[in-house]
């Protein structure tokens, strides 16, 4: 069973004026913050404020690059070549960590957002480009995986640092990747039903698909994501019954 895990959290997605998300009350819940970059979601002054709060409260900071699609928050599959994927990265990265730095912390890891995430999820080669890229910027950088994938497997062929990824809100396919969200029951929205399913999943060391398949898995982060409205109420559903069950959450 898995006894030591960190929670974490996609946000500072707000654009403007524009708000997405409860970011201030997730703070004070998660231990890990992935923080976007300005392509899919986010701009330098949502940011600024996004990473100094997380300064403020001990969160660990990640960036959050995706694909330059703000009218498609990033959901949405585009064609790149390596060149352009490898540029992507970079260029996000690399304005997560000035602005981290700019207000007192540092990026500590990196987690690919959205589409460009679900198709690094089943593309090895380009994640391989991806991750080439953040670990050209950052050598010892954590790279956040979807556990299970060729995420992950990318993540084990560069030999680099890398942290196993599982989602409370997110069904899952029998591969280990997640369930489109265009499907019903993509999405989970009752943080009753939720959180003990991430027990069981650290309880036994695997995912669990929708079909009930039980897929092995190294488990060390857990995602909530910002954007749905019962997100507030599942992180602290989730926090109280881990830390109820004996499990440490920790920042990576």
Not at 93 to 107: E, N, P, S, T
């Amino acid at each position: 069973m898995v006894t030591k895990v960190d929670l974490n959290s996609d946000m500072g997605e707000g654009f403007g004026p524009w708000t997405m998300g409860e970011d201030v009350a997730l703070l004070d819940v998660i231990t890990s913050a992935n923080i976007a970059c300005g392509m899919h979601a986010g701009d330098p002054d949502v940011m600024a404020r996004t990473m100094k709060m997380a300064v403020e409260k001990g969160v660990g900071i990640g960036a959050h690059p995706g694909f330059d699609d703000l009218r498609g928050f990033g959901r949405r599959r585009l064609p790149r070549t390596a060149s352009e994927l490898s540029n992507l990265v970079t260029y996000q990265l690399g304005a997560a960590q000035a602005m981290a730095r700019a207000v007192g912390g540092h990026v500590r890891h990196l987690k690919l957002h959205g589409a460009l995430a679900n198709m690094c999820s089943e593309d090895r080669d380009m994640a391989l480009t991806c991750y080439r890229a953040a670990l050209a910027v950052d050598p010892d950088i954590v790279v956040m995986v979807l556990a299970g994938t060729q995420q992950q497997a990318a993540m084990e062929e560069l030999g680099g640092n890398w942290a196993g990824e599982i989602f409370a809100d997110r069904a899952y396919n029998d591969d280990a990747t997640l369930v489109d969200r265009s499907l019903p029951g993509a999405v989970l929205h009752d943080a009753a039903t939720a959180a003990p399913r991430i027990l069981r999943m650290l309880e036994e060391d695997a995912i669990i698909a929708e079909s009930g398949t039980r897929i092995a898995a190294r488990i060390d982060t857990i995602c909530l994501h910002s954007d749905t409205p019962e997100a507030v109420a599942m992180a602290r559903e989730l926090r109280r019954l881990l830390t109820e069950a004996g499990v440490t959450l920790q920042k990576l």
